[in-house]
């Protein structure tokens, strides 16, 4: 009996190593360029993987686990190295790195099981810092700064579930106060001050947004206008980093 169970072993053993062994894969576009390769075992890639634009040129090198996890490197149309980081599955997981045409390093960021989580920096191309701001659950939370390449301060204010609310603060480039006021839910609130190069202030107060009297002197301004006023979104970058510094 043990002699026969050991034979039914031996005969099934060649079969089931057949069936881990990883397949290679190799699919392409219609223009007959290479779309993908790489190895998959039971329709779920193993080791490194590529995937290539039409265009012939690298998209991503990912190399996967054995449960899916995978690291990553992503490259633009144009052969440009774009980004680096972590899958949990499909989703984002710790820290990503996104870099410049000119291979500068441009946003880090954090993920939480594809959600943003934590500090983010966007670096201006001399290494400098240009943002920090802080995640939570995906949205903007706690404290957010700009900078001028200089290194000083052009503005600090606050963000609570995704919104600005709280204090508002920015300077002019050698530090001067440039305007100042609160925020409540995503709106301007109070009195605010808005400084001119001599140092004296004008006043406009607000309400739910909306401005109680209007200064000739102060040119009418939406809520967005006291944010990034003086550089491009770095969200634009990575949803579009050919197009982002020819606007």
């Known amino acids: 009996m043990k002699n026969r ?25 219609p223009n007959g360029q290479l779309k993908y390769e790489g190895y998959f075992i039971d329709g779920k890639p193993i080791g490194e ?21 995978s ?6 149309g144009e052969g440009d190295f774009l980004a680096e980081g972590q899958y949990v599955g499909e989703k984002r997981d710790g820290e990503w790195k996104f870099y410049t045409k ?11 099981l594809g959600k943003r989580t934590g500090e983010k920096l966007v670096y201006y191309e001399d290494g400098t810092i240009m943002n920090k701001m802080y995640y ?8 957010y700064l700009q900078y001028y390449q200089n290194g000083n301060v052009m503005a600090k204010f606050y ?40 140092g004296k202030a004008d006043e406009i107060i607000y309400k739910n947004g909306v401005s109680e009297q209007m200064n000739k002197m102060i040119r009418a301004e939406s809520d967005s206008s006291d944010v990034d006023r003086n550089f491009k979104d770095p969200e634009d970058y990575i949803s579009n980093p050919s197009a982002y510094f020819e606007r």
Do not use: C, M
């Not at 005969?11 to 990883?22: C, R």
């Not at 690291?71 to 633009?76: E, G, H, L, P, W």
């Open 5 to 29: 169970f050991l034979i039914i072993v031996l005969f099934l053993l060649p079969s089931v190593i057949l069936a881990i062994e990883p397949i290679y894969t190799v699919k392409k576009y």
């Open 49 to 69: 993987f590529k995937r290539y634009h039409e265009n012939g040129n690298l998209s991503i090198i990912q190399n996967f686990d054995k449960v899916g996890n």
């Open 159 to 198: 963000y609570k579930n995704g919104k600005i609310d709280g204090p508002f603060v920015s300077y002019y480039e050698a530090g001067e106060l440039d305007r100042k006021g609160e925020y409540v839910n995503g709106k301007r609130e109070g009195t605010w001050l808005i400084y001119k190069e001599d």
């Open 136 to 143: 939570k659950n995906d949205l903007q939370d706690s404290v």
């Open 71 to 76: 690291s990553v490197k992503i490259y633009t």
């Open 102 to 112: 000119k291979k500068a390093l441009f946003i880090v960021e954090h993920y939480s």
